[in-house]
């Protein structure tokens, strides 16, 4: 992670004008691609003749039933998304998709009837995309809004509500397709017209709220699909090649954004909490530094409590077990042809006695002051260890017979000298000393220990206060 995270500061960021350049070239990839409708759009409408015909009811029947299909899917996704996250906009795309399909679907179901009567079969096409047009506007108002509750996600009066509203919009739709006014241009201006207008809306309060998430774009882009297809039906007559071309162009924009909902139920299943590649490099360089943070304070925390283990708690002095794995690499050190070591045995003299007359606290105080002591006193080695009680070892690497009596005569006469208050009186310590050496009182650590306790208890037995090596 060090050589990662050096390796990009080593790299640095790329110059401003080019990061500059980069984004408006990304700018207007996204707008051409947006616009790719138009320029077929276009393409038919000056290059090719309006009066030629592909009309084929069974072809027309499959593609609005496949829409169906598709819509109802996305539906399902949507609302699976919108019930998880509780985001207004979700709600509205949900119902816009519902109502789509809804309504859309009675433009399939009388396709027979093209010839019979037209305004039944052509007018389905318009309401329902100028219903979905005008659910999607309101969703978009409501982006980044405060999620639903999750009583309303689930309540089924209002979704039926809703259910019952884009029934009551086919009923309405036959009664105006049945009326006088069935033909007239401003119907379909008021309809197709009205769709592509909230579209195009739509498309500018992305741009006027410069709202830039990786699925807000991919909406903005199908939205303005969904405005150049309502153009292209404007342009066409049923059946010609305009005509199905707008259901191509509205065809490619549905599947667009259905693309988006599944990235969103894929992810965060939200429609607005999911990152473009700018943020998810920095969330990701937050992340690292963060983590490269934790793992020090980490390594900071196992190397206080490897310290602590092995420790005494009430001395500070190294304990038994990790002193025992040090004599042992002593001893392998010394076995491969190192030079010999001596062990140091230190008691403090009837420990046992001065605890009974002025109190453990005074007695804990003694063996604290002691240890500290016979530190200073080892100078230069170290490494003192609490074995027992009031018994300390400490291991003296490269120290011949002479040197270790010196440093344990050292010690004693440093305990000796220490002066302790207990019971409203001043009072003074002794300690014993036994001394061990490689080679001559063992090989072993068991050997080695054993010698030096000896000793130890050789200088008790002889009035304490004294060091016994031999």
């Not at 009923?171 to 008021?190: D, E, H, K, Q, Y």
């Not at 105080?365 to 016979?374: E, G, K, N, P, Y």
């Amino acid at each position: 992670m060090n050589t990662t995270t050096t390796t990009i500061a080593a790299a640095g960021d790329p110059p401003q004008a080019v990061r500059r350049i980069t984004r408006w070239y990304a700018s207007f990839l996204r707008a051409a691609f947006a616009l790719l409708p138009a320029y077929l759009i276009a393409y038919l409408y000056f290059f090719q003749d309006p009066h030629l015909l592909y009309e084929s009811h069974v072809f027309h029947e499959v593609a609005i039933a496949a829409a169906t299909l598709e819509g109802l899917f996305v539906s399902y996704v949507t609302w699976q998304c919108y019930r998880l996250s509780g985001e207004p906009i979700l709600r509205w795309m949900t119902l816009g998709f519902v109502g789509f399909v809804l309504i859309y679907m009675m433009h399939g179901a009388f396709t027979p009837l093209a010839h019979h009567d037209m305004w039944l079969f052509l007018l389905y096409g318009p309401a329902s995309r100028l219903a979905m047009s005008i659910l999607l506007f309101i969703g978009l108002l409501s982006y980044e809004a405060k999620a639903d509750s999750v009583e309303r996600r689930t309540d089924r009066l209002l979704w039926g509500i809703w259910f019952g509203a884009f029934v009551v919009i086919d009923l309405l739709v036959a009664v105006l397709a049945n009326s006088p006014i069935a033909g007239t241009l401003a119907v379909r201006l008021t309809l197709e017209g009205g769709a592509m207008v909230v579209s195009l809306v739509n498309v500018a309060c992305l741009i006027v709220r410069r709202i830039r998430s990786p699925l807000m774009q991919i909406f903005g882009i199908s939205v303005m699909a969904f405005a150049l297809s309502s153009l292209a039906f404007l342009l066409g007559k049923p059946w010609n090649h305009m005509w199905w071309l707008a259901h191509a162009i509205f065809a490619g924009g549905f599947f667009l954004l259905s693309y988006g909902i599944v990235q969103a139920f894929h992810t965060t299943r939200s429609f607005s909490t999911i990152y473009s590649q700018e943020e998810l490099l920095a969330r990701l360089r937050d992340e690292m530094a963060r983590t490269e943070s934790a793992l020090q304070e980490l390594q900071r925390s196992n190397q206080k409590l490897e310290s602590l283990a092995a420790a005494d708690p009430l001395t500070g002095a190294t304990n038994r077990r990790t002193f025992v794995d040090r004599l042992e690499t002593e001893v392998g050190a010394a076995k491969r042809g190192g030079a010999p070591f001596a062990l140091l045995a230190v008691d403090v003299d009837n420990l046992r006695r001065i605890n009974e007359r002025f109190g453990e606290q005074v007695g804990d105080s003694i063996l604290r002051t002691v240890a500290t002591t016979c530190t200073d006193a080892m100078r230069p080695y170290h490494g003192l260890a609490r074995v027992d009680g009031g018994q300390f070892m400490a291991v003296l690497p490269n120290a011949a017979l002479d040197a270790a009596l010196m440093i344990g005569e050292r010690i004693r006469a440093a305990i000796q000298a220490l002066q302790f208050d207990g019971a409203q009186e001043r009072f003074s310590v002794t300690a014993s000393v036994g001394i061990a050496q490689f080679g001559p009182d063992g090989t072993t650590v068991d050997a080695i220990m054993r010698a030096a306790g000896e000793r130890l208890k050789r200088a008790k037995t002889h009035g304490r206060n004294c060091v016994i090596a031999v």
